[in-house]
DNA sequence: GTCAGTGCAAAGATTTTGCACTTTG
DNA sequence: CAAAGTGCAAAATCTTTGCACTGAC
């Protein structure tokens, strides 16, 4: 896959070698729509034939974490965490409460109040978690 | 003490038994500044001499969940579910990365944003999920 | 008295860790 | 070659569940 050598890249820049596998994973959560728990991401590389520990998944998902190239996300209901690649444009997450389907939004309504939120609280703000809930429409109508 | 009777309220309009126990994590909760893990309640209820098993916290926290008394939180960073009462003021917390101090904020940034995105969507909304991490006053200092 | 609530023990799910072997730079 | 990465097995943590007993209404 030619884009492979951006992960590569990527990974360079956070000073982490560069393996089959963390490319594997960059890729995985790249293309995928939806965030992911550890635990899809070893099925989807299964599904691909591509022998890995959970365990090492694991490790994985943490050091791209660490080095800010993945996020962790806990969402709502969830109790198992979530990983994203870092996407320059930075988004949120609708979740029906009914089918637990996930709609990634882009526009994201916080940046001015965490300005805000700076000054007053002299925190230094590094970020957010913030994912939305309710009823999708299939399943509003479901409960009619 | 003389607030329980008011726990006791709550449980009758959500048709739920009056016990002690429930009674007692209200309270607990309600008292508490941040969110506790169901292990946290468990643990002040012990610390109390109130003897109770664990995986009935867990399943008072689910009822009370289930019938809004309570909120589930999922708080960045942290692998377990957090437990608030569900005030009337709706809040959110900002987390320091470094001590994992929670401040609770009680402005909401996100109501007219949320209308706009039902309109939007056509979800019906029903909540959301934030929460704001950053350095602490302290933690800025500690690292210089 | 009935049904919901509880304790206990056991299992399930997710995540982490120690150690030996392998691979990258 | 050294240090980082990986597989495997085992454990740690958090959470849920089945069943028998108890307590609320």
């Known amino acids: 896959m030619e884009r492979n050598s951006t992960y590569k890249d ?16 960059l890729n995985i959560l790249d293309h995928s729509e939806s965030p992911l728990s550890a635990g899809e991401v070893y099925k989807k590389l299964s599904d691909m034939n591509i022998k890995i520990n959970l365990s090492t998944v694991y490790r994985i998902l943490e050091v791209l974490t660490e080095k800010k190239l993945v996020n962790r996300l806990n969402i709502v209901g969830d109790k198992k965490a979530l990983y994203e690649t870092n996407k320059t444009t930075h988004r949120h997450y609708l979740v029906c409460t009914g089918c637990k389907m996930i709609l990634p939004i882009n526009y994201c309504p916080l ?4 300005a805000e939120l700076e ?16 009823l999708c429409p299939d399943c509003q109508n479901k409960i009619l």
């Open 10 to 25: 990527s990974l360079k820049q956070s000073s982490l070698k560069n393996t089959k596998h963390r490319c594997e994973i």
């Open 111 to 114: 940046s001015l109040y965490e």
């Open 119 to 134: 000054k007053k609280t002299n925190f230094k703000i590094e970020g957010h978690n913030l994912d939305i809930y309710g």
